[in-house]
């Protein structure tokens, strides 16, 4: 809800221009990885994963990009739109019960 | 949101009362979750469920007990409210350590 994007980092981007929201995650033994988006009022909405066998993957218009050296993660969103306003965090999975949620960028789109 | 039901969706209650937050999936789910999402901090894991009458505690269980009868319904009970309670619950269901899915929330507010 808007009570959660207050205090977040807030990435402002111009419509079209592309968008990187990055993370940085801790632990060692996770090899899993999710992106969320949260729009204001709603829950989480899964946006695209990746393994940690995998330095990248693409979806639709997003794409992610993983770096285990640094423990870095980074969300790509091209041609951003203003639909794409929202807060994004980063999940990391060891297990069904070891789950560490990130706690957010808010993205803002300028039209 | 398809497939997962929380509800109330949003609710005031005064200090020392008991309330029954409630989520139901029609997926089939083995995996169920409560969370809380606060300003400041990643979603933080209340309890989980791993079947029919098998739970166990997250990182913040206390004040918080779960009951799971059937496998479509998850209860997140607080015996008896305080402030520091207020917030926003999200259920979240899975068949596995990946691809969580959420419901949109509850916002309870303890007075």
Known sequence: GESVGLHLPTLSVQEGDNSIINCAYSNSASDYFIWYKQESGKGPQFIIDIRSNMDKRQGQRVT???????????????????GDS???????VESYQKVTFGTGTKLQVIP | DAGITQSPRHKVTETGTPVTLRCHQTENHRYMYWYRQDPGHGLRLIHYSYGVKDTDKGEVSDGYSVSRSKTED??????????????????????????????????????
């Open chain 1, 64 to 82: 992610v990009l993983l770096n285990k050296t640094v423990k870095h993660l980074s969300l790509q969103i091209a041609a951003t739109q203003p």
């Open chain 2, 74 to 111: 998850f209860l997140l009970t607080l015996e008896s409210a305080t402030s520091s309670q207020t917030s926003v619950y999200f259920c979240a269901i899975s068949d596995g350590p990946y691809g969580y899915t959420f419901g949109s929330g509850t916002r309870l507010t303890v007075v």
């Open chain 1, 86 to 92: 929202a807060v994004y965090f980063c999940a990391e």
